[in-house]
């Protein structure tokens, strides 16, 4: 396995979770164990949330997400946490 390492200043508000111990792939990211976090059907017309990209921006949290419609066509969202 080769090491990793993140060049940049630690970002505190990250929710962090370490590796699986029965975790032997050697991949620098892993999946939550509490996935999925967002369920099936999650509002009106929506099936599903993809989530593509989620940032701490302002002092909160910014996201991208796809969210695939009922109808199975696509749309991408923008999130905030406040």
Do not use: C, H
Not at 31 to 52: D, H, K, L, Q, T
Request: proline letters at 9%.
């Amino acid at each position: 396995m080769s090491e990793v390492k993140i060049i940049g200043a630690a970002v505190q508000n990250v929710p962090w979770q370490e590796r699986p111990g029965n975790d032997t792939s050697g991949i620098p990211v892993w999946r939550y164990s509490e996935n999925p976090i967002i369920g099936r059907n999650p509002s009106e017309g929506v099936a599903r949330i993809f989530n593509s990209a989620v940032m701490p921006y302002e002092g909160e949290f910014i996201g991208v997400f796809r969210g695939e419609q009922t109808n199975g066509i696509p749309f991408i969202y923008l999130g905030r946490s406040k």
